[in-house]
Every structure is written in C-alpha cells, then in structure tokens.
C-alpha cells in the first residue's frame, strides 16, 4: 500500500515539474495589429515609414487622409491602407513613393502618388502583392514591377506620369487589370523583357506615346478587352497596340481607334514571331492601320479592320485572315443530327485533319477558317492576297453523309448547314486514283457527281473497249467543254481520277444504295470496270456467273497509297467497293455482281 502511494506522489511531482517547460515552449502569436498615420497628428505616427518600421508580419499600416512627403520603403509582409485615394497623397522627396522590395503578399491601397523620379510605386522583387485602387501620376513610371510573380495590378488610375503608366520587366503570371492609363508621355503599359504567361486585361490605355507596348521577349501573354484610342505621340512608330521581338501573344477583344499606327508587330530574324488578334477591331489610324515586319506573322480571327491599310516591312512577313464558322447538321427531314462526325477543309493547310462531332442539338460552333493570307511578294510595301475559301465542309454518321461549301471570300463568320442524305466517303489520295462509285446515280454528269471535291481534282479517264477508233476518254478542268469527251460517269465504271490537294481529299458519293445485283457487259480483251457492289467479297464469289481462267484470265486494280499494282492472283483475294478494275476477259459476256 505505501509504494503505491510512494509511486503516485513521484508521478505527480514529474507531472507538476513538467508544466513550466510546456508553458515555456508554446510560443505566443500575436494578433495583426493596425498602425495608424495622420500627418497632422492625433495617432500614433505621423510618418508612413516609422509605421512601417515598426509593423510585424502581416499588420496593416493605415495612413489617414494628408499629404506626406516622403519615399516609403516596404521589406515585409504587410498591408499599406490610405483612408482616401484622392487625399491621401504621397508626395515622393527622391526616387520612389513607395518601394517594395524582398518582400511578398503586400498589399498597397487607397493613395495618390505624385513626384517619384523613379517611380510612383515599385516593386522588385515582390511576388503575389497587389497594387489597387491608387492614383498614380505626375512620376517618371507611375508603376513598376520587375522580377515579380503572381502579382495583381488592378483598378489604378495611372496618368501625367513622364515615361509609363505601366512596367512589367522580367515577370510571370502577372495580372496587369482595369486600369485607366491616359496621357503618359511614352506608354500606357510597357512589357519589356522576359514577362510570360502576363494577363493584361479590360484596360483604357489612351493619349498616349504607345497604348500598350510588348518588347523584346515578352512571350505568351494574354490581353483581353483592352481599350488604346488616340495614342499619337511624338515619334514615328507610336501606336495602339506594339508588339517587337515576342511570340505567341493572344489579344482578343481590343478596340484599337485612331491612333497613329493601329497595331504593329515587328521582328528579326532569325526571331520570326507570330501573335494572334481575336474578335478585335483596328480602324482610323493617322498612318497604316496595321504595320507587319521584319520576319513577323499575324494570324486575326473575327477581327474588323481596314484591309487596305496594312503595311509590310519584307517579303517575308504574313497576315492571316480568319471567321469563325458555325455548323448546324440536318437530316433530309430537317431533324437535328446529334454526335456526328464534321471535318472542314482548311486549303490553308489543305485539311484539319481533324474531326469534330455536333453537340446533342447537331450544331458545332467556333470553328475558325481561313479567308486569305496577304504577303508582299513584289516588295512593294503592299501585300498580296492569296484566297483560300470556300471550304468544303463533310458531315457524315453510320448512314448519312452531306457536304457544303461556305461561299468564297465570306468576309465575315457565318453559320453553315449541311443536309445528310444517303452516301459513301471515298478517301483519294494526292495523284491518281483508280476507283468506282459505290452508288446508284440520279444524275450521271460528271461535274454532278464529283462535285464535292470541286478544286481538288484537275482530270478524270476512262478507257472503252467497244470504241475502237478512240478507247480513252478524257476530262480536263483546264480544256473547253468541246475538247472534253468525257461527260458521264456512272456505278459500272472504273475510272482514272488525278486528285492535286497535296494532303489527298474525301469524295462524297451521294445516292442510293444498290437495291439488286447489278450487271456489267464484258467484252474480249481489257475492261475497265467498276465493282457495284454493298461490300466486300473475295475475287471468286464477286464473279459470281464467271469462271477465272475459263471466262476472266486477270484482274488488277491500283493502290494510291503505294503507288503500286495490285494483281487478284488467288480466289481468297478481294474486290473493295469504291476501286476499279482492269479486267481481262476471254469472252463477251454479261458480269452479274452480287450484292
């Protein structure tokens, strides 16, 4: 009993001697606190850098409305509050109203900052801070931000400054957002060197020298909404929006009215840039409306502007103009087509080589096209266009296919529907092809029928056994009609078809499919023949009434693909639907093809 209670009394005492160190290793956190500044007394601070001085992580320094003439240096996690923009001022005695430097996640808000030789406001390097809500001019750059990340400019009024409004230099992911830029002396916003991945968004950068001004490897940023009207400095190249030495920049929605030059866009090799205007309107410029080159590539998407005010340094640079298209799919009863497989022929790049399938309500939108590329080809300062539309558009299902062409130069986005009825796709390659049509014509002209390759094929021939005096008969796109004596061409035919799209293109066979065996009249010596049939079968059964070698002693057909002859040696080999056929027959005699 009494080493059970000696054993409690030493746990108790252990127990009670641990308490002091516990308390001693908790440390203590200590709330944020507000230092407040009034420059005419009453509060703790009358000076923004003493607050400042005296502020721990995260506090928040509060300046009451006055005029502080001062430079505020800021080196720690903190939130810089004025009371009112408009009368709570920083008059800057040297360099810069306000420095942030090696210091993150600050905050500066609510002030006027005038005088900094330097700068209004900078930072660097200062990551994820966020300048808002101040009113900066009458400084050198109003704000600055150099080697800073995840930063937020926004809802600043940034004018009267003697250089710009705003710099980024050697910056990543900042958002530079609503701010009003008027009336500085070289740019409203200036990108300059190594800024990536930037948003520059829904800004009014007007009466300035440059509205917005990327240089010199500021690559893949993202400006959206910006307003640039009447930038007209001094110097020759002011402009609405300038872009020199960066690629892959998306601008969308820039309106871009009577500057001195619109939008220019300027390289040199070997640093060929391209940069991309979307839904953006460039127009009443002093000068050109747009200025492209040295080596620098422009491609605008459902952008308005003066097509005849564009400006090309070399005969190396390119201005690409593009819509938007939308496709709606129908059937032959006027229902919507959901799920089905669309593709458009871009003859920019010869094909998307891609497949979109319509939404449930058979409708795909935004797809972009290419209207023409101008370049100066002569070096006469004045490009060349080169048209591309139309362009073909093929919808097909399990059952169904329809075309469409958008009509040429459409100088505008449009919506295109396409009509499914029955029918077969036939992939040609470039060159000569050897093939048949797997359906039952309604009309056999041959303008008809290949129609939906219009522009990809320039010659088609086929050779008749029984026209002894003139086998082959031939179409050219480049010959009269009374030089072609090839007009028709129809499911029992094989036939020679030269197709010159480099990347091959789609033939669409419309009609119906073959309700009954179909039959073919053979002659002595080489035919030329279709295969209408429903699918495939192997060489014997497709003879069907003939013998090989007693009736048919040869049959080949041509691969596009490999450019080589294919030989029907063995009865396991096969006829395919949509190829022709060389058929050496040993007798006359009627070919009943089965289904």
Known sequence: MKSKIWVSTVVIVLMVSFIPIIIEIVPTVKAPAILEVDDSGGKPYTSIQAAVDDAQLGDTVFVYSGVYYEDVTITITINLTGEDRDTTIINSTNLMGIYVTNADFVNISGFTVVNGSWAGIRLMPSNNSIVENNRVEMNSDGIQVIESNNTIIRDNIVLNNTDDGIYLGRSTNVTVENNTCFNNDHDGIYIYENNYYNKIISNNCSYNGHGIYLTTDSDNNFLKDNVVISNDGPTLSHSGLYIAFSDNNVIINLTCLNNKYGLVMTSGLP?????????????????????????????????????????????????????????????????????????????????????????????????????????????????????????????????????????????????????????????????????????????????????????????????????????????????????????????????????????????????????????????????????????????????????????????????????????????????????????????????????
Not at 361 to 377: A, F, H, M
Not at 393 to 422: C, H, Q, R
């Open 271 to 595: 640093d060929t840039i391209t940069n991309y205007v979307i839904n953006s309107t460039i127009l009443n410029s002093i000068n050109d409306n747009i200025w492209i080159g040295p080596e620098s590539h422009g491609i605008f998407l459902n952008s308005t502007f003066d097509k005849n005010d564009i400006y090309y340094w070399d005969t190396i640079s390119t201005l690409t103009n593009q819509w938007y298209l939308h496709v709606n799919v129908i059937d032959y009863l006027g229902n919507p087509v959901p799920y089905t497989n669309v593709k458009i022929d871009d003859n920019l790049n010869g094909s998307y080589n891609q497949t979109f399938i319509t939404n449930p309500s058979g409708i795909i939108k935004w797809l972009p096209v290419t209207e023409y590329v101008e370049q100066d080809t002569t070096g006469d300062t004045i490009g060349e266009k080169t048209y591309y539309t139309p362009h073909r558009i093929i919808a097909w299902n399990d059952t169904l296919v329809g075309y469409a062409f958008p009509e040429p130069f459409m100088n505008k986005s449009k919506t295109i529907t396409i009509i499914l009825y029955n029918g077969t796709l036939l992939d040609l390659k470039n060159g000569w092809n050897l093939i048949s049509l797997p359906r039952l014509q309604s009309d056999t002209n041959l303008k008809i029928v290949l129609h939906s390759i219009e522009g990809r094929y320039d010659s088609v021939q086929l050779y008749n056994i029984i026209d002894v005096s003139d086998h082959w008969k031939h179409y050219h796109i480049s010959k009269p009609s009374y030089m072609n004596d090839l007009n028709d061409i129809n499911h029992t035919m094989g036939f020679w078809l030269h197709i010159t799209d480099p990347l091959g293109t789609v033939l669409v066979v419309m009609g119906d499919e073959f309700k009954l065996d179909q039959n073919i009249s053979l002659y002595p010596g080489w035919n030329l023949v279709g295969y209408p049939s429903k699918s495939n079968k192997t060489r014997d059964v497709a003879l069907d009434n003939l013998f090989f070698d007693t009736d048919i002693d040869s049959i080949w057909t041509y691969n596009a693909s490999t450019e080589k002859w294919v030989k029907l040696d063995e009865a396991t080999d096969y006829f395919e639907i949509g190829k022709g056929y060389w058929v050496h027959s040993k007798v006359t005699k009627v070919w009943n093809v089965p289904l």
